[in-house]
């Protein structure tokens, strides 16, 4: 089976910058596409920034020059860097990895338990 599991939230003022962590653990072949979403109160879980095996990324508009996305493809781990943080960031942010379990298999999403990310002073 396979299992993400998240760090690195927590409460920052606005101007602040936080830094998230997902690492993939189990057993599988190999790890496509990753990414990061949010989900606020009351609001739909929304794309935040994807990066594909080969590293190209894609940020949502509301986040582009503020975050930065990366990976360590040898830890199977997605990292999310949130700087100048806004009030309006707050949010469960989730990592997503796209999950090939065996060289022929396609692959399967698996999502991490979400950690919470309070801008606020």
């Known amino acids: 089976q396979v299992q993400l599991v998240e760090s690195g939230g927590g409460l920052v003022q606005p101007g602040g910058s936080l830094r998230l962590t997902c690492a993939a653990s189990?057993?599988?072949?190999?790890?496509?596409?990753m990414g990061w979403y949010r989900q606020a109160p009351g609001k739909q879980r929304e794309l935040v920034a994807t990066?594909?095996?080969?590293?190209?990324?894609n940020y949502a508009h509301s986040v582009k020059g503020r975050f930065t996305i990366s990976r360590d493809n040898a830890k199977n781990t997605v990292y999310l860097q949130m700087n100048s943080l806004k009030p309006e960031d707050t949010a469960v942010y989730y990592c997503?990895?796209?999950?090939?379990?065996?060289?022929?298999?396609?692959?399967?999403?698996?999502w991490g338990q979400g950690t919470q990310v309070t801008v606020s002073s």
């Open positions: 189990g057993t599988f072949f190999s790890v496509d596409a």
């Open positions: 997503e990895q796209s999950v090939r379990l065996n060289k022929w298999s396609r692959t399967t999403d698996y």
């Open positions: 990066i594909t095996s080969g590293g190209m990324t």
